[in-house]
């Protein structure tokens, strides 16, 4: 299998994206893969082990050269300090050998950092002015032309739900609406913003919303709250990369029936990505939406973890 090798061509996923054009081949693309995965990887197969030094100037080329040899087009990159304060929660590491992370961490779904306007004010929101580009201005320089970087942006349910938790959104929703607002305006303002200053590199080729909007039978909440609150931080981030020239992707799990429509007409997504089966398969999938949206996704995880060889196989095929 190795021996046929399969290089990088980013203007082939580019087209593989686009409803309409005929891609020459299979493209791969994850919104991200587990660093555990990637250090096996490594090791396994003999390559550049310093995929996670320090130095972006040994990082860089190991990254460059296990995306190359698994067969990617291109890879996320962006700067790795910006985040927003959570309240998480840990718990022992139930995996052992190699794989183990010591302790397994989630953000609190409860009550978040963020319940009263005070919280608001005192909360040390991210300063888009301090964004650190080390990493993106390396592989300005020095990425492959025929690569492409991916950045995420507009978590903008996502860090409702996670600073506020989703049990505190929920009731803020109704028993505090001029909060939820003002975190709404303050969430959006940032997003667009980072979207702006990272659509200003040149090999960012595309621009990844990246926002968990849904479980497997609806939306986390109202499709009408989702309306009005979230898919405009996603509209102004697509009008951002297509004004830039580049194709706007979004992440977002679960049952979205109700808000397509919208996130294909009104945020004009250039493609989705994350289907499960326990939803819809993704050969119903393609029939039902894959003439107006690109469409990321191929083989469900689930189904990969539990399946045999022979039924992965036959489903690959």
Same mark, same amino acid.
């Given at each position: 299998?190795?021996?046929? @090798?399969?290089?990088?061509?980013?203007?082939?996923?580019? #087209?593989?994206?686009?409803?309409?054009?005929?891609?020459?081949?299979? $493209?791969?693309?994850?919104?991200?893969?587990?660093?555990?995965?990637?250090?096996?990887?490594?090791?396994?197969?003999?390559? #550049?082990?310093?995929?996670?030094?320090?130095?972006?100037?040994?990082?860089?080329?190991?990254?460059?050269?296990?995306?190359?040899?698994?067969?990617?087009?291109?890879? @996320?990159?962006?700067?790795?300090?910006?985040?927003?304060?959570?309240?998480?929660?840990?718990?022992?590491?139930?995996?052992?050998?190699?794989?183990?992370?010591?302790?397994?961490?989630?953000?609190?779904?409860?009550?978040?950092?963020?319940?009263?306007?005070?919280?608001?004010?005192?909360?040390?929101?991210?300063?888009?002015?301090?964004?650190?580009?080390?990493?993106?201005?390396?592989?300005?320089?020095?990425?492959?032309?025929?690569?492409?970087?991916?950045?995420?942006?507009? $978590?903008?349910?996502?860090?409702?739900?996670?600073?506020?938790? &989703?049990?505190?959104?929920?009731?803020?929703? &109704?028993?505090?609406?001029?909060?939820?607002?003002?975190?709404?305006?303050?969430?959006?303002?940032?997003?667009?913003?980072?979207?702006?200053?990272?659509?200003?590199?040149? @090999?960012?080729?595309?621009?990844?919303?990246?926002?968990?909007?849904?479980?497997?039978?609806?939306?986390?909440?109202?499709?009408?709250?989702?309306?009005?609150?979230?898919?405009?931080? $996603?509209?102004?981030?697509?009008?951002?990369?297509?004004?830039?020239?580049?194709? &706007?992707?979004? $992440?977002?799990?679960?049952?979205? #029936?109700?808000?397509?429509?919208?996130?294909?007409?009104?945020?004009?997504?250039?493609?989705?990505?994350?289907?499960?089966?326990?939803?819809?398969?993704?050969?119903?999938?393609?029939?039902?939406?894959?003439?107006?949206?690109?469409?990321?996704?191929?083989?469900?995880? #689930?189904?990969?973890?539990?399946?045999?060889?022979?039924?992965?196989?036959?489903?690959? @095929?």
């Amino acid at each position: 299998m190795f021996e046929n @090798r399969i290089g990088p061509n980013w203007q082939g996923l580019r #087209d593989a994206l686009t409803p309409g054009k005929k891609a020459g081949r299979v $493209h791969f693309l994850e919104l991200f893969r587990d660093g555990e995965t990637d250090v096996a990887l490594v090791k396994h197969f003999g390559l #550049d082990p310093a995929i996670n030094d320090k130095d972006i100037r040994k990082r860089g080329p190991a990254r460059i050269a296990l995306e190359r040899f698994l067969g990617y087009d291109g890879f @996320r990159c962006q700067p790795a300090n910006w985040n927003y304060p959570r309240k998480g929660l840990s718990t022992a590491d139930s995996v052992a050998g190699a794989q183990t992370r010591g302790t397994r961490g989630w953000v609190d779904e409860g009550l978040g950092m963020i319940q009263t306007m005070e919280d608001f004010e005192k909360y040390p929101w991210p300063d888009p002015a301090k964004l650190d580009y080390t990493d993106l201005e390396w592989y300005e320089k020095n990425l492959p032309d025929d690569m492409a970087l991916y950045s995420l942006t507009a $978590h903008q349910l996502e860090e409702l739900c996670w600073i506020m938790g &989703y049990e505190g959104l929920c009731m803020a929703m &109704y028993d505090q609406p001029e909060l939820v607002k003002a975190m709404v305006e303050r969430i959006q303002t940032l997003e667009t913003e980072f979207t702006r200053r990272i659509a200003q590199f040149s @090999r960012v080729r595309f621009i990844w919303g990246s926002d968990d909007m849904g479980f497997k039978t609806g939306t986390m909440v109202q499709a009408d709250f989702i309306r009005k609150n979230v898919l405009p931080c $996603h509209r102004k981030c697509a009008e951002i990369a297509h004004a830039a020239g580049r194709q &706007y992707l979004l $992440h977002a799990c679960g049952k979205l #029936d109700e808000i397509m429509p919208d996130i294909i007409n009104t945020v004009k997504v250039d493609a989705k990505h994350s289907f499960e089966d326990v939803i819809r398969p993704m050969p119903e999938t393609k029939k039902l939406w894959g003439r107006k949206i690109g469409l990321i996704g191929g083989i469900d995880v #689930d189904f990969l973890c539990r399946a045999d060889e022979a039924g992965i196989r036959q489903r690959v @095929r």
